[in-house]
């Protein structure tokens, strides 16, 4: 098919991996390469966490009555599983892991512009991970949901509601810092003629993501001071018994709440990008349209966060202003997937696992953001808001959409970042699995949302039973499509065939480099003469 | 009392019918885009798929009038979507006059609904069929949601807060009620049912027939004994603070030289916190009632007070002292 799994013969000498040993090399690295492996390790194990709590829950979900655990175990679980989930696996994901791994190798820079502070960002990370734990191990868990609401959270509810809030309230520096080193980095860093327009569209939703990270991070961590100061000493910000309001608490935690789902779904959208343009062998269609819409989605994030609210009581202006920039911020989306489609037409098309990760996610990503329509319409959001439907769109986005890209991301930077292959056919059996494990697994819950099932329900109404049992089946289906990469990747590490350089054919400084890369990255500092995936100019 | 929903789900509200219409239109939308997306992923990558003779692709130009095709297009449609699903939310946002109130208070983890004569039910709420209906709610803790499927509508009960909703329902029968907004430990026992009834069935279940919660005195009768335990009288019969009678409904001007509209959340606000709104002429004397007064006991005071505001017994409007 392609030059993919062809052995070139022997690894680079000395490379970043191997160019010192001891776990004092790596603890104590400011290598962004390196960094990017600690964030690996890390969100990988939140990841089967996150996943296990979900697993369980769609086990006790076979049976209305709930077949495994008991209803304050279940609340615990989704609780859980969200804010593993959101905070400590795919606000990281792309961003921690890849980002940090490519930004310096795609501008042609040695590291990023503040590597110490990199390096600290991991470690903020960790210790707000570690409190997190805390909170479910020692502290049995909390039970609020993931998004906290007020007075539930910070009156009423008796699970260890403040560990959580702190661990979340630590995380969030963590993000800021590395979005202030990547805005940094890709502004001052950039090597000679790369300039803007010179990008690859993974920089510039990089860049968009950044952007978000230090603009609504500090929002959270304000609502989560506010929180813990309500819930510890009793000032009255939220409970109306002490003299707040619960709706402010839903303004501050959606305005950042909002923006942070495009925290987690931009960074996918650039993955996407390279890997439609390298699989087709053509630049990417509209490059600046591209472009420019992942700053304007970053852009209008900030206006939308009051349709969450549209059936609180909110004011009927606000809703209206909120429906109307909700149906905007899709439109730079719509634009994004005509493009990568166009980008097909007339290519030359491969379908190594990567790219059947970027096909899959333009689809799942397409129905995740049509049916956000259906909750961006403030008379259908009456009936659908807080169901199943919900439930389905979201993880249609951050799991059709935001897992998906990161998963077609390692997959196609894994020879980059090991010098090896991973098994082209396991691959794509995964990548499949998890495309059919995830339509059969939130495809019936649109038809539950739509039918009235609520979300967050431990046990439920007989008639909502076959397809709960159809998406608990999908489930078993896509926990083995996750579980499957974990092996392979892993073996591959140490015994796939190594495959140099550039083995997919692909544009880019990044594959101008020995796989896995020297330490400085890059033996001479590289100049750029062409623009983003110049494909058929005869260059390659 | 064991109960069976007649009907799962079906459309059984006035609004039910518009919402289906305008859903089965996006539904319409998203099938289009789905298969046309999908079918031209399929379509390129089959045609376009690497083979001999194929293995550079020809160099992308930018194109324009296409870009702007498919962002107008889809900016078109979507300013549709929002046009109409707000005037929908628009028309159907007020609950029209004379609207029969029935009051709803949530609490971990029950429905508790009251009627205005008195009757009560817990986690049912009963309605008469055809007759619009405003349920004025109120929670004693956390955020809940009231949600009727059938008839494709919630809202959010929420502490420190009055909502409303209402709803005709067109169809006799016993459809799912239940919370929508997560509520803590036993969120998902949180629910129950509604019974359409035909009119005159349901005036003979209001009078005392079929079971439910006993029937006791009405709404204003309770407010009205409140009214006296709390010695709400010592002053507000008195002259030391604003008199009740026929204010319900009325603008009342305030110290600060402000009108507000004497309603429910206005009555509430001021039982809780008194110093909040001062009626014009008197002084913040009055002590909080907050935490002495459950939403249901706030609810009968309301009640009484807006049963001052009618008209007396001979027909004539009871004139301001």
Redesign the interface.
Known sequence: ??QAVQEVGVLPRVHYLNASYGWKTWLFTTDHKRIAWLYLAAITFFFFVGGAAATLMRLNLIEPQGSLIE??TY?RMFTLHGLVMIFFFLAPSIPAVLGNFLIPLMIGAKDVAFPKLNLLSWYIFMAGGTVFLYSVIAGGGV?T?WTF?T??SS???NSNVMSAAMGVFISGFSSILTGLNFIVTIHTMRAPGLTWFRLPLFLWSMYATSIIFILAMPVIAITMVLLMLERFLHFGFF???L?????LFQHLFWFFGHPEVYVLVLPAMGVISELIATF??????????VAFSSVAIAALSFLVWGHHMF???ES?YS??VF??FS??V??PS??K???W???????????EAPMLYA?GF??LF??GG??G??L?????D??V???YFIVAHFHFIMVGGAVMGYLGGIHYWWPKMTGRMYSDRWARIAAVLVFVGFILTFGPQFILG???M????????P?FQTLNVLSSAGASILAVGYVIPLIYLIWSARYGPVVGPNPWGAKGLEWTTASPPPTENFEVTPVVTEEAYA???GTE | MPLEPSS??TQASSWAN??ET??YF?VG??IF??VL??S??LY??IK???RPG???????K??LP??VT??VV??AI??V??V???S???R??LPPAGATEIFVVGK?WMWKIQYPDGRRDINELHVPVGVPIKLTMASE???H?F?I??F?????V????Y?TLWFTATKTGTY?L????????????M?GWVIVMEPAQYAQWLSGGGGGGGGGKSLAAAGADLYKQYACSTCHDTGRGPSFVGVYGSTVKLTSGQTVKADDAYIRESIL?PSAKIVAGYTPIMPTF??QLSEEQILQLTAHIKSLAKSDADGRKVAKP
């Open positions: 098919m392609s209803p304050s609340n039970d949901g609401y007075p539930l009156t009423y509810a409970d109306p018994a003299g707040g309001d619960p709706i087709s062998r053509k630049r990417i269609f509209g490059y600046s349209f059936v609180s009581g009927l809703g209206l429906s109307f149906f905007a899709a439109i719509a634009i997937v005509f493009n489609t166009a980008t097909l037409y007339k290519g030359s098309i491969s379908f096909l333009i689809g397409t129905m049509l049916t329509l259906f961006a319409t403030l008379a259908i009456v009936h808001h807080d169901t739509y039918l009235g609520p979300r967050r329900y431990a046990v439920y109404p008639e494909f058929g100019t | 799962n789900f518009d919402w305008l859903f996006e939308i998203f885009f789905s997306i999908f031209l992923i390129f990558a376009y798929r690497r194929n293995e550079a692709a020809p160099p992308t930018d194109h296409l870009e498919w962002t889809p900016a979507c300013v979507m929002f109409w699903g707000a929908l939310f628009i159907n946002g971990q803790d956390v955020i949601d949600a499927p059938a494709r509508i919630k809202k959010d929420v502490p420190g807060h909502t799912h239940y919370c929508d907004q997560y509520c803590g430990t036993s969120h998902s026992a629910v916190n907050q935490g």
